[in-house]
């Protein structure tokens, strides 16, 4: 083929890494040399991160969706978009990206006391330097001794909490200050410790950890050397063993020392164990701990029963993850390795605030603008196209030597426009936002197909007008698949059933149900008896619903009448056990609702006593009832009618887990196998072995990449990363 | 069935990186700065300045990069590289020596194979680059411009030739330096912890004589294997780029029909360590190390 001709890309999708892949290869520098098409089943894109306006423009989620500081290439590729779209600030109010997103950086975890009862623990992070998004132009921060230089400044910050809440002002002794000691000196005073029982005293606790603080630092800017272990991981056995004793005398009753201590307690078990497992020289960085659970590999370190039952593993590693073999509560499962790199990333690398929200639904703030910037582009979208299969050529005419190809890919249609192409946008108040259901007005004969009930998104329900079957070379030249992991034993079974390796991926890359439910509400949340900050995302909580994010800052981006407006909104979500039998989404749905209102009734009054009627029972009256028209608003339990819920239970809805052993199961988006297809998702083998925006998007980058050699991978930011 | 279908290059790599290597990327990765990018190159005026390496190039206002630009740039990036490289080798050593004791045959072993590894990174790397120019249609091959003060490629150059063999060859052969360099300045630090280095005798198929008129220590290493592979051993470089090579080393055969290193030691050739590497005649592929030490008499 030659060089100038354009090469015609089917783009099987429209999630994070889909779009993604779009928004790179079409990228002016490429002057145009690919074509894109992107197939999507239903009237909007987003795929898990898809949101929708409901009635009064309410803003609709498939789940929450908060966005990490350390998501460098989503940030990247979101910065992109906005300045070319390049939005009139006078016409739109979210115009640049700082409009869409903002810093949250109030982050709680629930957990139950002694007594049975539940705490919130609020923590504010401070913000760092930069943006994400911003080059990173410094060296490499991404290296575990470095890593393990910012736990030992972190547990040296955190014990000198503990210090001095526990005596204040009375300094332990005189420690030695920090030096710029040189490494025989380091050596010869790490010994002394060692061995003389300096490490019994706090005053030795915090020389010990400034030495090793000093010693990662080292360490970090010169090329690793086994022969220092040894004596780091005795050190570090010693510090433990001490700070152990001394802050669990300290901690006594006190809460929030014992949270400390937690978090010290985490943090050395996750230096021991680098230490231990050799992480820091690892030609595999954390995949070498890629087959033990998190928890267990935690165990195996050396850390404490209590930290493992804490909130800040707990919800941090598996709550916030969705981390649950076969969404089953009692099944933790995910893999040491990616909750290290994860955790380490979050915690350490991350640029501007620890969270960023949106200042709407991340359709409007994140699909919306892709969609915009795609079209102005060139790229054709193909809605209300099902994905029924992809077919690959008949092995018996490949000439010697080429490579298997996907020779066709046939769709479902499930609607046709009735007048040129289906506009999917509507305006809400100058901001273009996705509806919750399509317009059947724009679609040929749509008055029967919406009171027929065709849900265009459901995997369940296969109606469709026609079919269509795009061939290779009249059609398109390349495919880039990016539906959910889940989808994938249904689109392509050829494929899975021909190829070991994707029958192995499908096995072992597995996914979760999830649901979620979103209150509207008539009292703020102080109101509501909440007395940590507002605009708390917490996490760790009972479940059914573990995570709570006060999301009451996309109020005024709602259409409520002045006079009927709610006084706050509230997102909860979690993992869905999944059934032995059954998956009915009609009776998932019911039994979400059927969670959600046991939650409020039994759960929600430890998060918000106010809501709570003087029996203990919910407040049903709380709930904003929206527009009941004429008839009276639900009373009790019925009105939790009003709001709205979701089970995310279709194959490509399910959340990917990074279970323990299966990330060498994962294939890459620079796979040749099949020389015109190409993986892309949050499940391929795209560096972050996460279920998450950044890994999504990663893996788009890394398809363009795949076809356009750029971005090259360097730009990749964590591609390359222990 | 294939023509005309479109089909992809198999990629260099598909896995990230993730050993310690990473650790060696600094200033640029993310393309904020840096011509390591063809279309980014093209656009600075004065390319070479703009990497941060020496100035001097004329850069590619009108048209296409030349490979005259090019080369230069590379040549003085691997200059750069080389340079830096060895002296980081000493620098290392040396840190070794005062800080963490000795370095047993284990560590220097891992040091070994870590180096190796970053330097293919480096390698493909910058091959990438080579072939993202290719595909730019870089029209002609031309030598660099001696005017602009640079060293000599340590291979023959001719229009016509392999370049993207030559660059290889040339990228291996630095690389292989700065871990020589490293190694070599470990085994001079620290004389009693020295690896066995009988391994390193055994794998050596290849007598050595040695020509000079000063005491001179030879180190061949040659890989497994490689004794039944044509060999070549290219010109040595001191990590003082103001030394000349060392020139005159080559395999022959000798009346027995066995294969020997030949070296000879001019006499006005500077005191110092020489490093150099060993490859297959016909692929150019590196299949061992050479260090010379030509000591003052």
Redesign the interface.
Known sequence: ?S?QTP?RIAILGGGCAAMTAAFELTRP?HQGRYHVTVYQQGWRLGGKGASGRGPADRIEEHGLHIWMGFYENAFRVMRDCYAELGRDPAACHIATWRDAFFPASEIGLAERTDEGRWSSWISSFPAMPGLPGD??????P?????YLWRSARLLLTLLESVRERAAPGNAPGEPAPPSPL???A??AQLGRLVRYGGLATLAGIFEGLRALQTLFE?W?R???????EGLLAHLVDALGRSASRLLQETAGKDPELRRIWTIADLLLTVIRGSLRFGL????????AIDGYDYREWLALNGASRSTLDSAFVRAGAYNLSFSYQDGNLSLPRTSAGQALRGALRMFFTYRGAFFWKMSAGMGDVVFAPLYEVLRRRGVRFELFHRLENVKL?DPA???PG??P?VEAVELAVQARARLGEYQPLIDVRGLPCWPSRPDFSQLEDGERLESEGWDLESFQDRRQVGSRILK??EDF??VILGVGIGAIPHVCREIVARDPRWRQMVQAVQSAETQAFQLWMDADVAALGWTGPPGVTLSGFVEPFDTWADMSHLLPEESWPAERRPRSIAYFCSVLPTPAAGTDPAARREEVRQNAVRFLERDVRHLWPGAAAPDGRFRWDLLHPGDAGEHPAPEGPERFATQFWTANVNPSDRYTLSLPGSARSRI?P???SY??LILTGDWT?C?LIAGCVEAAVMSGRLAAH??A?R?????I?G???? | ??E????????L????????S????????????GP??P?DWMNQEGSAAAGGSTAGASGGSTGGPSFSQFGLHGIRLGNAVLRDQMQRGQE?AE??A????A??A??RQ??ER??R?YSGMYID?TL?WMD?LF?LRIPTVTPPDPAAGVGPLPFPLSPGADLRRVVERMLRAYSGMYIDSLLLWMDLLFPKQQPDNSSLKKEATASVAVFSSRPTLCTLSLNPGAETQPLEACQLWSRDTTKPPLMDVSFQTGSDGKRFLRVRVPDDQPADLYLGVVCNRTTGEPLGNLAIEIRQP
């Open positions: 083929m060089q090469i520098e080059p990173l132009t410094s060296e490499n991404f290296t575990v001794s470095g040189s490494p025989e380091l050596v080292l970090s010169l090329p690793p050397q086994r022969g220092g820091v020289t690892d030609p595999r960085g954390f995949d050529a005419r490949l000439a080429e490579k190809y290779v070379r030249d390349c890459s620079l796979d040749n020389d015109n083998a560096g795949a076809l050699g971005p090259r991978l360097e730009e930011v591609f390359d990363h222990p | 069935m294939s005309d279908r479109f089909q992809r290059e198999d990629p790599r598909t896995d990230p990186i993730r050993n310690f990473t650790t060696l990327r600094s200033d640029g990765w993310s393309g904020a700065t390591t990018d279309s290392f840190q070794l005062a800080g963490l004791g370095p047993s284990d560590l891992l040091l870590m180096l590894s790397t990438l993202l595909q």
